[in-house]
């Protein structure tokens, strides 16, 4: 048994927040409970609580009424098994509520990974129920536990999209441009187009006049334009523009620019939450929302079950390495550091250089 501390978030008003503290759990036949030390908190999360109803994020770790518990990607370690294939003492890796503590049913148990399966998340897409058991795994990824929680997720989607655009021969872009490219997942998407060689389209980058130095340092743009400037970017090219922003202001702005040479146009993320909205009728490709577990499916039958995350896990160690340099971690300790950076967060108050972690455990 465990006394678990959580935040949770009001579904309907996001900057709502509740601690629920001091709530026992304890594992019952065939579970494991699980103490969560550290979770990576970035504007995806943000990501995952607007798209909480339409995919099902809040379905994972139910709270009461109208709160809901937004998920994270946390390292954690088994305090009580009833599970004998997963003893405690067993490290893993995967998708947790932002909490203390927190109970799996596991199942389709391997030898470096096992499957929840409580009833609640079967209907859920599966790829988020899957934990690894990190004591199986190279050395390379062992000693990468933070860059797991707060950059692999990020990167592995930057990874799906890399390969969706690959595998649609680029809907024959001339360029490629990405909405808020300072976040993790736009500059992880910029970084994998620009170290192919094969790929000749130009790499366009558009972030606040704030993040272009961290951006430029980061060397993966041919160019970066700042917000409000999209006329700069070149409007004769055919272009693939993959949106992390979740801004409607900027959609329009641009498939107005580009008008028909806007080939492709695929919403990712919500770093600019607040800024969303139905676009309307506009030129060029038609914005339709990124749904990575598609695209991961369809790999999955194509090269083989789990082959497609293994190839984005590798991507992603690759990636965190390359820019490691580029970002500083910094730790949080309890709810109350932990609702003050969920609300930076919402404001997109929290620089491209912060990398956040945050541990409830007493």
Same mark, same amino acid.
């Given at each position: 048994?465990?006394?678990?501390?959580?935040?949770?978030?009001?579904?309907?008003?996001?900057?709502?927040?509740?601690?629920?503290?001091?709530?026992?759990?304890?594992?019952?036949?065939?579970?494991?409970?699980?103490?969560?030390?550290?979770?990576?908190?970035?504007?995806?999360?943000?990501?995952?609580?607007?798209?909480?109803?339409?995919?099902?994020?809040?379905?994972?770790?139910?709270?009461?009424?109208?709160?809901?518990?937004?998920?994270?990607?946390?390292?954690?370690?088994?305090?009580?098994?009833?599970?004998?294939?997963?003893?405690?003492?067993?490290?893993?890796?995967?998708?947790?509520?932002? !909490?203390?503590? +927190?109970?799996?049913?596991?199942?389709?148990?391997?030898? %470096? #990974?096992?499957?929840?399966?409580? @009833?609640?998340? =079967?209907?859920?897409?599966?790829?988020?129920?899957?934990?690894?058991?990190?004591?199986?795994?190279?050395?390379?990824?062992?000693?990468?536990?933070?860059?797991?929680?707060?950059?692999?997720?990020?990167?592995?989607?930057?990874?799906?999209?890399?390969?969706?655009?690959?595998?649609?021969?680029?809907?024959?872009?001339?360029?490629?441009?990405?909405?808020?490219?300072?976040?993790?997942?736009?500059?992880?998407?910029?970084?994998?187009?620009?170290?192919?060689?094969?790929?000749?389209?130009?790499?366009?980058?558009?972030?606040? !006049?704030?993040? +272009?130095?961290?951006?430029?340092?980061?060397?993966?743009? %041919? #160019?970066?334009?700042?917000?409000? @400037?999209?006329? =700069?970017?070149?409007?004769?090219?055919?272009?693939?523009?993959?949106?992390?922003?979740?801004?409607?202001?900027?959609?329009?702005?641009?498939?107005?620019?580009?008008?028909?040479?806007?080939?492709?146009?695929?919403?990712?993320?919500?770093?600019?939450?607040?800024?969303?909205?139905?676009?309307?009728?506009?030129?060029?490709?038609?914005?339709?929302?990124?749904?990575?577990?598609?695209?991961?499916?369809?790999?999955?039958?194509?090269?083989?079950?789990?082959?497609?995350?293994?190839?984005?896990?590798?991507?992603?160690?690759?990636?965190?390495?390359?820019?490691?340099?580029?970002?500083?971690?910094?730790?949080?300790?309890?709810?109350?550091?932990?609702?003050?950076?969920?609300?930076?967060?919402?404001?997109?108050?929290?620089?491209?250089?912060?990398?956040?972690?945050?541990?409830?455990?007493?």
């Amino acid at each position: 048994m465990a006394s678990c501390t959580e935040l949770w978030v009001d579904r309907k008003d996001f900057r709502k927040t509740r601690t629920v503290g001091k709530r026992d759990l304890t594992a019952g036949d065939g579970q494991v409970l699980v103490a969560i030390d550290k979770f990576g908190l970035t504007a995806n999360n943000v990501s995952y609580a607007l798209s909480g109803e339409m995919i099902g994020y809040w379905g994972y770790f139910p709270a009461e009424g109208q709160w809901g518990k937004v998920p994270v990607w946390a390292c954690g370690t088994v305090i009580e098994s009833h599970c004998p294939e997963v003893p405690a003492g067993e490290r893993l890796w995967g998708f947790f509520p932002m !909490a203390s503590h +927190t109970v799996l049913t596991p199942g389709k148990v391997r030898e %470096d #990974q096992f499957m929840d399966m409580a @009833e609640h998340r =079967q209907a859920l897409p599966a790829m988020y129920n899957a934990y690894r058991r990190t004591q199986a795994e190279p050395d390379i990824l062992t000693k990468l536990e933070n860059e797991r929680c707060l950059l692999f997720p990020l990167f592995a989607t930057s990874f799906v999209l890399y390969d969706y655009l690959i595998d649609n021969a680029l809907f024959g872009a001339e360029q490629v441009v990405i909405g808020s490219v300072s976040s993790k997942t736009g500059f992880g998407l910029a970084h994998l187009l620009h170290r192919d060689n094969e790929i000749t389209a130009k790499v366009v980058g558009v972030t606040s !006049a704030g993040n +272009t130095a961290f951006v430029r340092d980061l060397g993966c743009c %041919d #160019q970066v334009v700042h917000y409000g @400037e999209e006329s =700069q970017i070149d409007a004769s090219l055919r272009t693939a523009y993959i949106d992390m922003s979740g801004n409607v202001t900027l959609t329009r702005a641009l498939h107005q620019h580009i008008g028909d040479n806007i080939v492709e146009s695929a919403m990712v993320g919500a770093s600019h939450w607040e800024g969303g909205g139905a676009a309307g009728d506009l030129p060029g490709a038609k914005p339709t929302f990124f749904f990575a577990p598609g695209q991961i499916a369809k790999r999955d039958k194509e090269w083989g079950p789990g082959a497609m995350m293994q190839k984005a896990m590798m991507a992603s160690a690759e990636i965190a390495m390359a820019t490691s340099g580029n970002l500083k971690v910094e730790w949080l300790h309890g709810p109350e550091a932990l609702d003050n950076a969920w609300q930076q967060l919402l404001d997109n108050k929290v620089g491209a250089s912060r990398g956040l972690m945050v541990s409830l455990l007493d």
